[in-house]
């Protein structure tokens, strides 16, 4: 196999893997983690079983690298808000203005 293979390879992996966290955390952000079935994501990414379990032990699996998605991007919410805030001189509003990010972040399904 060469190089350009391999990357061609890796890229479909990545983007598959892609797919599967996005659907995932769509359908888990709308119905919940217990009511959606390993079939509806696979269905909703427009992948196979195999791929889902090629890339995650299980549903379970899956659903940790969806919250550890989300904390990141919660993350990034509040520092960009604390960053913009920063820019003021009441520590107490650069305070409050991060936690009202976090809290949006939260509130985003």
């Known amino acids: 196999m060469t190089a350009t293979q391999r990357t061609a390879k890796g890229a479909r992996a990545e983007a598959t893997r892609r797919a599967l966290l996005a659907s995932a955390r769509e359908l888990f952000g709308e119905r919940g983690f217990a009511p959606t079935s390993v079939d509806e994501v696979v269905r909703h990414a427009g992948v196979t079983k195999g791929a889902l379990y090629h890339h995650f032990r299980d549903k379970d699996d899956l ?15 509040a520092a960009d808000s604390y960053f913009d805030a920063a820019e003021g001189d009441d520590p107490l509003h650069t305070v409050l203005l991060t936690c009202l990010a976090v809290i949006d972040a939260h509130l985003d399904p």
């Open 63 to 77: 659903f940790r690298a969806v919250l550890e998605e989300v904390k990141l991007d919660v993350t990034s919410a």
